[in-house]
């Protein structure tokens, strides 16, 4: 839900809009009869093949089974996978400490109140000023921040290989980011900024009432519009994967035909798929990563995706971040009062309604949202399980779902340990996933 337009920091996470949407679904060659073709070989990359009989005779065991599938994982497969993420958890905290040094270096010696004032010599308006120095925040931040964008984004995903686009192509798509935050920023901070002033001293709820609203109208707007401009998405031709995937959504209600293949597969490796929309616009997508593998895998993975489009996860995941917001803003207002009041002289910063204090407020969020990850971890991995569960319930491919789960091994630990998985997790473990899915077979077995 890759959650990026998020209440006034939303301008802080429209720096990094760009690299969520190339983590969107992707297309590629028609590829309508996977499971009569053998599985491509980087898919299967550090995993000792299988077959169905293999899969047959597994123990009923659930703990056995799931022991016997991440036996097949190799060792350097497993250590480059573990490398990964831990160095996840600690990119976390560096961007969070570099984003901080980017707000004091902006606000020391009031260089963001200089620009501030030039906004308002530029358009008289106030909305209008406001929205040029959102944009002028976003290039800004943009352009400090690309030496860890470089790093995280391109040399790191390409040291444990999951990268596959040259440097130029994916600079161009940093480009487009850019523009895109070029003209939400301005957008958003305008909005957001109007609203505040208007409440006065509830500036906080109104607010987070106008962040969650942004919210919900970029993911509207998103699949249509932003999208497109990031990859290339084509119907799925007919056969058996897109009649497959067209009968697991009339079987649960899913009002669409749409089914549509992106090309992901010249950016990453990543497999990835969703159901999204409203309004007319619900469709389905996966990319040609994802249509590398075998049917039932293809299967589970739409099944998880149709259950958080049943299940309604979207309405509440804004509901939570409505409530996030909340507590969000109300930190905003608190916290930009307490450090204004020790360096704001030195800062030439107004009050919290003052655009001079833009990368201030910034800050502050991204700090909130840090502090409040592991809570919004568990918000997310608990819909997740409830997905996964709906998949296994819709497709009935639990070894499908466990193959799935080794792939996505690449880059998501197998097997954390229970409080890493607690604190650092937004999906379930590897670990996790298998079990769950041969539990559910262990207690459904093939009908003679």
């Known amino acids: 839900m890759k959650a990026f337009a998020q209440s006034l920091a939303l301008i802080l996470a429209l720096t990094l809009l760009p690299a969520a949407l190339r983590a969107a ?24 093949p299988a077959d169905d009989a293999w899969r047959k005779a597994l123990p009923r065991d659930a703990a056995l089974a799931t022991q016997a599938y991440l036996a097949r994982v190799s060792p350097e497969f497993r250590a480059r996978s573990d490398a990964y993420y831990d160095g996840q958890h600690w990119l976390m905290l ?9 707000a004091w270096l902006l606000l020391a010696q009031g260089r963001w109140a200089k620009v501030n004032l030039w906004t308002q010599k530029v358009a008289k308006h106030r909305f209008v000023s406001t929205a040029i120095a959102g944009a002028a925040y976003v290039a800004t931040t943009w352009l400090l921040a690309l030496p860890m964008t470089v790093y995280v984004e391109f040399f ?8 596959t686009q040259v440097f130029g192509s994916w600079f161009v798509e940093q480009l487009v980011g850019l523009a895109v935050g070029l003209v939400i920023g301005s957008l958003v901070t305008a909005v957001l900024y109007s609203l505040v002033r208007r409440a006065g001293k509830l500036g906080w709820m109104l607010g987070a009432a106008g962040a969650v609203t942004l919210l919900a109208f970029f993911q509207l707007i998103s699949p249509v519009v932003i999208d497109p401009l990031f990859n290339t998405y084509k119907p799925l031709a007919e056969g058996p994967v897109r009649e497959s995937i067209l009968s697991l959504a009339r079987a649960n209600g899913i009002p669409t035909d749409n089914v549509y293949q992106v090309d992901a597969s010249r950016q990453t490796k990543r497999i990835s798929a969703n159901v999204s929309g409203l309004m007319g616009t619900t469709s ?18 739409m099944a998880h995706e149709m259950g958080h489009y049943v299940l309604n996860h979207t309405v509440k995941h804004l509901v939570y971040f409505g409530l996030l917001f909340t507590a969000g803003f109300a930190f905003l207002q608190f916290g930009f009062g307490a ?9 030439n910063l107004g009050d919290h309604t003052d655009v001079a204090g833009l990368p201030l407020m910034v800050a502050l969020f991204s700090l909130f949202m840090f502090i409040t990850t ?29 193959e799935t789960a080794l792939k996505l091994g690449k880059y998501r630990k197998l097997a954390p340990g229970e409080l890493e998985e607690l604190i650092f997790f937004d999906h379930p473990s590897g670990y996790q996933r298998i079990y769950a ?12």
């Open 437 to 448: 899915a041969m539990r559910w077979k262990a207690e459904n077995p093939p009908k003679e």
């Open 156 to 163: 790191r995903e390409h040291q444990y290989g999951m990268a």
């Open 25 to 48: 679904p992707a297309a590629t060659p028609d590829q309508t009869a996977a499971s009569a073709k053998p599985v491509a070989a980087e898919v299967m990359e550090g995993i000792a």
């Open 339 to 347: 450090v204004a009041r020790r360096w704001g002289s030195g800062w």
């Open 284 to 301: 389905i997508r996966l990319n040609d990563n994802l249509l590398k593998t075998t049917l039932p895998e293809i299967r589970e993975v």
């Open 94 to 102: 560096w961007q969070v400490l570099y984003g901080l040094a980017i």
């Open 374 to 402: 592991p809570l919004t971890n568990n918000v997310i991995r608990s819909a997740e399980i409830e997905a996964d569960l709906f998949g296994l319930n819709a497709a009935r491919e639990p070894d499908g779902f466990a």
